[in-house]
Nanobody
């Protein structure tokens, strides 16, 4: 079992920055690939960024490449998403997700753990 708690959401003007953090319970955090999904009203859920269990592999959606950076600290059981140059289209609820695999799999495969979500609002 893994419990995930996100923090760091809020409201920011376009061009600004936010840093999301996700704290995970459990002693096997380094066995989990981690990711950040986001979902805007009326839109499908989108994988924004992911990181492998050892931090050596990362994935970014084209829409966030060059602006977002995902990182993890296995000693502290945390994963972070640094979001820079934010745009109104980044407005969404952001969810931290854990998957007991080397690389994050599609949520339809295996069992994923989800945080409660944190709202990010970017005003124009």
């Amino acid at each position: 079992q893994v419990q995930l708690v996100e923090s760091g959401g809020g409201t920011v003007q376009a061009g600004g920055s936010l840093r999301l953090s996700c704290a995970a319970s459990g002693r096997t955090f380094n066995s989990y690939a981690m990711g950040w999904f986001r979902q805007a009203p009326g839109k499908e859920r989108e994988l924004a960024a992911a990181i492998g269990w050892n931090g050596n592999s990362t994935y970014y959606a084209d829409s966030v490449k060059g602006r977002f950076t995902i990182s993890r600290d296995n000693a502290k059981n945390t994963v972070a998403l640094q979001m820079n140059s934010l745009k109104p289209e980044d407005t969404a609820v952001y969810y931290c997700v854990a998957d007991r695999a080397a690389i994050l799999r599609d949520p339809s495969i295996g069992h994923h753990y989800w945080g409660q979500g944190t709202q990010v609002t970017v005003s124009s």
